[in-house]
């Protein structure tokens, strides 16, 4: 999905009049929301066909990533001022707060009810939801307009064959990797994501069969504490200014790491009915939950500005798609490896229901993946974020000299210090910036 939106004239592209028409990000958005609103329904409908639910959610899984990958792009496009991206990306991540929590709060709900159509109201209420979303994000933002340069610097470009787009796919995806800024932060993403992935699939099992009189509701309730994360992004949108990412990882992790410290005390000193024990640890936990959230994807709308000065290329698209390309990736594997260790420890799902069903050395082995894999992605999550370099103050320097050379700037007349954060943040001496044409593939 990068491709189209950054090339929108090339094979295989949006047709030129509606590309033109509503831009190179949101022709995906209006088309995703249509396809969105036809498709999404679907789950919904009873069937007793494995291949109706994987055909329905194959189809959503490309309707997402039209959706997502534009999408992402439009905090870098809307605006270069640091603290109004913060603005922006803050504010799209309390509606994800938000939305999370209503996910988790119905599920618990639904958990309690013996309504045989309480999911099917469930998905007719999240349809409806998630299309006024999907509409509002649509027609109430706005993109880098498409110049008369642009439309004929890409008219008079050949079309490209589908081997051609593949192999040239494959090779920005491995340019991006280049940018150092983006590969810390990727890393870091990717890390505290998937521990997180492991955790919230490894939680219910956790609870309900390693901890004495636990109940089987209580995963989800303790997931509906996500709510907790809408005031939390919204603090976190104010210190992302003034404390910079590496201060709100740091905050992240510690708060994980020590939510997951009293989950295993609890199983350690083997406390009966911990119900409030875990209330409390979960707060804190989704108070972490929502800093790792919200973090990644505030700092991601400054990549492709490094990316910018490194190639002078416009390819927000194609870092948006990385990130949801490694993201999916390892969001898949993360849950197939925790289905893969529990079958390994000797669960059964069907004979063990409960702690007293569960075998003693099956639950020390289940708390055992569920606490080091957590705990280990999220410590070295907390490591690397001490090479995040990108916050207010470099990104003013970089976007400055970004500036300046857009006005004919020469290079040799650089400050030290934009010197200093242009090598730091792309890791590349600062004479091969800057290239003087773009560098780019068209």
């Known amino acids: 999905m990068d491709w189209p939106p950054d090339r929108p004239k090339k094979h295989p592209h949006p047709p030129t009049k509606l590309g033109q028409k509503f831009g190179r990000r949101h022709f995906f958005l209006v088309t995703g929301l249509i396809l969105f609103t036809c498709v999404f329904p679907l789950f919904w409908i009873s069937s007793t066909s494995w291949l109706y639910y994987l055909a329905v959610y194959v189809a959503m899984e490309i309707i997402i990533a039209m959706l997502i990958v534009p999408w992402e792009c439009l905090p870098t496009e809307m605006t270069r001022d ?64 498409i110049t008369d340069e642009f439309i004929e610097e890409h008219t008079n470009q050949p079309k490209v064959k589908i081997s051609d787009f593949i192999k040239n796919s494959i090779h920005e995806y491995a340019e991006t990797f280049h940018n150092k800024a983006f590969r810390t932060h990727l890393a870091v993403y990717l890390l505290s994501f998937t ?31 996500s709510i907790v994360g809408i005031p939390v992004t919204i603090v976190a949108t104010k210190l992302m200014v003034v404390k910079g990412p590496r201060f709100i990882f740091r905050l992240s992790y510690i708060s994980i790491i020590a939510a997951m410290v009293v989950y295993i005390a609890v199983y350690l000193l083997n406390i009966h009915n911990p119900f409030w024990i875990f209330i409390i640890a979960s707060l804190v936990y989704q108070c972490g939950r929502a800093l790792l959230e919200f973090t990644p994807w505030n700092l991601f709308p400054f990549m492709p500005d490094v990316d910018y000065i490194m190639t002078r290329g416009d390819r927000a698209g194609l870092y948006a798609s990385v990130m949801t390309f490694f993201r999916k990736s390892t969001g898949a594997i993360a849950t197939w490896i925790a289905g893969i260790l529990l079958e390994f420890t000797g669960y059964n799902s069907a004979t063990m229901k409960n702690y007293e069903t569960t075998p003693a050395q099956v639950r020390f082995s289940i708390t055992l993946i569920f606490f080091l894999g957590t705990v280990m992605l999220i410590a070295y999550a907390l490591w690397l974020s001490r090479h995040i370099y990108l916050d207010a103050d470099t990104h003013a320097v970089l976007k400055s000299e970004i500036e300046r050379l857009e006005n004919g700037g020469d290079k040799k007349d650089v400050s030290d210090e934009a010197r200093l954060v242009c090598e730091e943040l792309t890791g590349h001496p600062y004479e091969s910036l800057w290239p003087e044409t773009s560098s780019v593939k068209k």
């Open 195 to 225: 521990g997180k992935d492991l955790f919230s699939t490894l939680l219910p099992t956790f609870i309900v069969c390693c901890i004495t009189g636990a109940g089987e509701s209580w995963p989800w309730t303790l997931q509906a504490l």
């Open 82 to 145: 640091y603290k109004e991206r913060t603005v922006l990306s803050g504010s799209r991540m309390v509606i994800s707060s938000t939305g999370t929590a209503i996910v988790f709060i119905i599920l618990a709900v639904l958990k309690q009810a013996n309504n045989p159509n309480a999911y099917l109201v469930a998905g007719i209420a999240w349809t409806i939801l998630f299309v006024i979303a999907i509409a509002i994000s649509t027609f109430g933002t706005w993109e880098r307009p």
